[in-house]
């Protein structure tokens, strides 16, 4: 099947960037189709890092061809600044090998001073965002006065447009936010200079995607965010504004369902969430610095994007059997076996307790998931240091043990397994 999905399995930051750079390798075409400068994803290639927010991951391979699609928000500030440091890195990026999908969605200072001043307002209920303008421009997407990316190749609508855009938006921040508004003219101006330089890649990007599908190309859909950030189906409402799941992945590029072959969803070997909410195996003190690490390495659990220490906590097959269900996964790829190394003891939630009660599904009432208690099956852990293994075969009994339980207890078979950020630290389960 010509299209294949990768998707986050949790609370985002499992490892996207890093596998769907390793299946970049085969593939055309690498899309982004939801999220915006929010997610952010780590490519490591020998000695060099790359984080990428909004250019998909696949840009580093000079034979792909990267789409950002029309379920994204693109802040055209932030996309033109990662393409010239690509540039400057040696990356290619020309209309040739990056396309921006007409449909997608504009993110404007306005969008950004909001996001600031909801979260402001919201004071001890913040979700905790990034603050990348997110939630307000798909706000406006779904309330029809959105700036679409096509506006980029028709200077004279795209000035009209931002002049209402901005005087609607400062309304709203000066009169219930008491913010500063914004110049209307220098927005203007600033983004036509972002459309003279953007304005080159835009393409219909369900039109240039079926051509490629036609003619054979084959395309892996990046996920950004994960499972528990839905909109629907994550921990509402301490989500993102987006369908980081598999149906998004279908309405963000505009392709339908009979071209999917896998859906890979991308897990840690524990669970890891930025922002507010609740988190049933959340960690404190000590195991939790351990599972983090001091951000002294640059695979330590700390924001991409935002630099925030993350929560870490026990692996939680809750949700991944949610994950499983709501994405129709086919396949998982399992990262970070590497940090488990030298814990004597794996405790993996098998199930919740609430009111004297057993749940085996995920709640999706947040007030029910504020009060489970996880339910732990305890694992034996390993002390081999496994980051140079590169066969199943070749990891320790207990981390192969660790693996089989995953993948018996939510019947999907585990196909990637990663034990370090590198390329090449990477088991190709079942190729060997
Ligand atoms: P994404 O948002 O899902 O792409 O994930 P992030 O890039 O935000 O976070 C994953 C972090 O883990 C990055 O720093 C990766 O380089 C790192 N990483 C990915 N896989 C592994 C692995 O198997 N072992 C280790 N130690 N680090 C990994
Ligand atoms: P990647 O693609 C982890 C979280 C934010 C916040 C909530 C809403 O790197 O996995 P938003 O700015 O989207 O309105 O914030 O969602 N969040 C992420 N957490 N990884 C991400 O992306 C995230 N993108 C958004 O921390 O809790
Ligand atoms: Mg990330």
Redesign the pocket.
Known sequence: MPLNIVI?AQ????G??RITDLLAAQADIVARYS??D????TVTIGSEVFKLHLIPSGIIHPAVTCLIGNGVVVNPRVMLQEMDALAARGVNVTPACLKLSENAHLITPAHIAL?KAVEQERGGDA??????G??PAYTDKVSRVGLRAGLLADPEALAEAIYAHVAMHNKTLRQIYGAEPLDATAVAAEYAAYAQRLAPYLVDGSVWLDEALRNGRTVLAE????TL?DIDHGTYP?????S?TAGGALTGLGVGPREVGQVLGVAKVFTS?????PFPTELTGEMAMRLRGTGANPWDEY????G?P?RVGWLDLLILRHARRVNGLTHLALTKLDILSGLPELPVCVAYEVNGRRLEQFPTDLRLLARCRPIFHTLPGWSEEITHVRRFADLPANAQGYVTFIAAQLGIPVSIISVGPARAQTIWVGEE
């Open positions: 986050g609370w985002g930051d499992e996207k960037g999220g915006g929010n997610a952010g994803h996001d979700i905790g965002t990034t603050l990348r997110i939630g996920g950004a965010q994960g950030l301490f989500v993102t504004s987006s980081p969430r930025v922002g507010s909410g924001g991409t994007t935002t925030r993350r």
